[in-house]
Nanobody, 123 residues
Framework: QVQLVESGGGLVQPGGSLRLSCTAS????????IGWYRRFPGKEREGVSC????????SYDDSVKGRFTISRDNAKNTVYLQMNSLKPEDRAVYYC????????????????WGQGTQVTVSS
């Protein structure tokens, strides 16, 4: 079976940290661009971060730049999103997605979506 599974979400206080994981089954993540997205309540999904398969470059939305870091562990077929200095406005469901034929970083047809993991930031 081919799938992406996110994990690592939960409840954290403002200023705290979480590390999200995105693990692939049935395909090799090293050959895909991997994007992290999030959906706020009542809103559509928006991009958070991207990891390029071709040159290792990463990108971040301005709202998380300097606080979040995307990384890969190819041996584990997993991509991570390290989230530091979390703010209440980061509360959302976070998704990962894989792109086999990107036209640019994480731009193009998305082959696979994960099921999402909830992140709640509250005191």
């Amino acid at each position: 079976q081919v799938q992406l599974v996110e994990s690592g979400g939960g409840l954290v206080q403002p200023g705290g940290s979480l590390r999200l994981s995105c693990t692939a089954s049935g395909f090799t993540l090293a050959y895909y661009d991997i994007g992290w997205y999030r959906r706020f309540p009542g809103k559509e999904r928006e991009g958070v971060s991207c990891s390029s398969s071709s040159d290792g470059k990463t990108s971040y939305d301005d709202s998380v730049k300097g606080r979040f870091t995307i990384s890969r562990d190819n041996a584990k077929n997993t991509v991570y999103l390290q989230m530091n200095s979390l703010k209440p406005e980061d509360r959302a469901v976070y998704y990962c997605a894989a792109l086999s034929k990107p036209q640019a970083m994480c731009v193009g047809l998305i082959d696979y979506w994960g099921q999402g993991t909830q992140v709640t930031v509250s005191s």
